[in-house]
């Protein structure tokens, strides 16, 4: 009696499938060439293999193996694509000095915490389902938040990634700017396009956006919402009245995870008196499963002159209040 073949779909994460099939289809082919017992059909991201069961195990092995490594090196070398196959089941790639890193990001690029409080929010984050991160410009507040997001993404603990910033900055001038209302508020969010497109594929980040899976919305857009199974970041934070931060707080759902970053040096409100960041500690001080972290000029990770110049602007002011 025949026995009755076996058939999965397999799809493609976070990688690019260009990379992973190589120049003219060179690493597919290949790939291909080692399974001559499955029949294997590509139709981008998607691979639909027929065969025996324990083959299309074999072959879902050595995928995973290829992206993981893809996904961690940025590129697939036919070496490396030759060792995974002839090496045992049991190949590890050499990631280079994998310490405190947090997500590998486009073209191999290595995201890890660079300065002791980096690290402390990578730290805490494990504990508490809230945490403010709080200090200068250039600090990583945000990038780190955004890096620690993608993880929790990339390893199903969330459903998706909420990022959201208050546009204090546009104000009433919001009316004079060229475009739609998206277009208007779109430079204001830009940096946080900026830290996503270090960590996911240009077209897959695309993807993300275009069905939900990534959010990127003005503080005032989260009224009303309970955000269930997602990782929300409240950049900006400073810009906040108390009611606001309140407002976006109480947004928190089931398996939820909230970052809330700000510069209290940097308050663009009319009545600088009038942050919520400036109040929250305060209030939150006895509540369990909160962090906070306080970044100084010793987490500024941008050109050197900006630590020079955040400390001349800290000695100008305190001169101001001597005088």
Known sequence: MEKLMAEKLLVIEDVDIVKLYGINNVNYNFIVSQFPKLKIISRGKEIRVIGDDIEIERFENKLN????????????????????????ENFEADNNNTTNVIVFG?????????????????????????LFAIGPAGSGKT????????????????????????????GERLGFLPGDFKEKLDPYLQPLYDALNDM???RKLQTY???????IAPLAYMRGRTLDNAFVILDEAQNTTLN????????MGRNAKFIVTGDVTQIDLPFKNDSGLLKIRKILADVKNI????FDNRD???????????????????NNKNK
């Not at 956006?209 to 959010?215: L, W």
């Open 65 to 88: 193996i290829m992206t993981e490594y893809l996904l961690h090196q940025g590129n697939l070398k036919e070496s490396i694509l030759a060792d995974i196959f002839l090496k045992d």
């Open 106 to 130: 486009n073209n191999g690029r290595i995201i890890r915490a660079r300065t002791e409080n980096q690290q402390k929010l990578v730290d805490l984050y494990k504990e508490n389902d809230l």
């Open 143 to 170: 990038y780190t938040a955004i890096a620690l997001a993608v993880y929790a993404l990339r390893n199903k603990e969330v459903r998706k990634i909420i990022l959201t910033r208050p546009a204090v900055e546009a």
């Open 200 to 202: 996911i594929p240009q």
């Open 209 to 215: 956006i275009e069905d939900g899976t990534v959010q």
């Open 244 to 251: 606001q931060i309140k407002m976006f707080l109480t947004r």
């Open 291 to 294: 962090g906070f972290i306080d």
């Open 300 to 318: 500024i990770v941008r050109h050197p002159l900006v630590k020079t110049i955040i400390n001349a602007f800290e000695k100008n002011e305190e």
